[in-house]
């Protein structure tokens, strides 16, 4: 399978602090990623997509893109206790449908 | 809004025996359905990619003889897993969405099977 890397496994930020969240692809191909986020015991749900160079913000996330190094960062900022989670990185190449995701950073927001 | 169920919420199983999943999509068409599995250590593998009228795409490691995959609509599929052991165990994961590659994955709300 297509790697998915994800960095750090865990993260622990205090209550109002930023957390960031690395993400890097070992497909030279990939076109698309996603950010996920996966609350204990639920499904994963789409956070975030971004398919060019460059960066995107909505609200308090903003998603970071790098091509050429196949990497994507999310950035969390104010972090509230509810952002506790799995957040899980996605990676696909236009070419094929498949959707190939990392093992997840484990945030943890302390009040 | 586009909706995916997933059904059984968990399941138990006895080791050699066999169990099926099966998926709903609600609100679009789920032309593509992929299978994943998430071990308890947290590792996240893609089993096979579905895609009607075309033929289902297993990853190594995974073979149609131990997960075979019916999908036979644009609403419904299905996965079970042959011959159950220890190392079957985590949650299983249906993802769909409309096909086109840069569209979003719905995710049901995964299987958990439990192997005793």
């Known amino acids: 399978q297509q790697k998915v890397q994800q960095s750090p496994e865990s993260l622990i930020v205090p209550e109002g602090g930023m957390a960031s969240l690395n993400c890097t692809s070992s497909?030279?191909?990939?076109?698309y990623f996603w950010w996920y986020r996966q609350h204990s015991g639920k499904s994963p749900k789409m956070l975030m997509?971004?398919?060019?160079?460059g960066e995107k913000e909505e609200g308090r996330f903003t998603v970071h893109l790098n091509k050429a190094s196949l990497h994507t960062s999310l950035h969390i900022r104010d972090s509230q206790p509810s952002d506790s989670a799995l957040y899980l990185c996605?990676?696909?190449?236009?070419?094929?449908?498949?959707?190939?995701f990392g093992d997840g950073t484990q945030l943890v927001v302390k009040p | 809004g586009a909706l995916v169920y997933q059904y059984p919420r968990r399941t138990i199983c006895k080791s050699g025996t066999s169990m099926r999943m099966e998926c709903q999509a609600v609100?679009?068409?789920?032309?593509?359905v992929a299978w994943y599995r998430q071990s308890p250590q947290k590792t996240f593998e893609l089993i096979a990619l579905?895609?009607?009228?075309?033929?289902?795409?297993?990853e190594q490691n995974f073979t149609q003889e131990k997960f075979p995959i019916s999908h036979p609509n644009l609403s419904f599929s299905s996965m079970t897993v042959l011959n159950a052991y220890l190392e079957d165990r985590g949650l299983y994961l249906c993802?769909?969405?409309?096909?086109?590659?840069?569209?979003?994955?719905?995710f049901g709300s995964g299987t958990r099977l439990t192997v005793l």
């Open positions: 996605a990676a696909s190449r236009n070419s094929n449908n498949r959707i190939f």
């Open positions: 497909d030279r191909n990939v076109d």
């Open positions: 997509s971004i398919f060019s160079n």
């Open positions: 609100g679009f068409q789920a032309t593509s």
């Open positions: 579905s895609t009607v009228n075309s033929a289902i795409k297993y």
């Open positions: 993802g769909a969405r409309t096909g086109t590659s840069a569209e979003t994955l719905y």
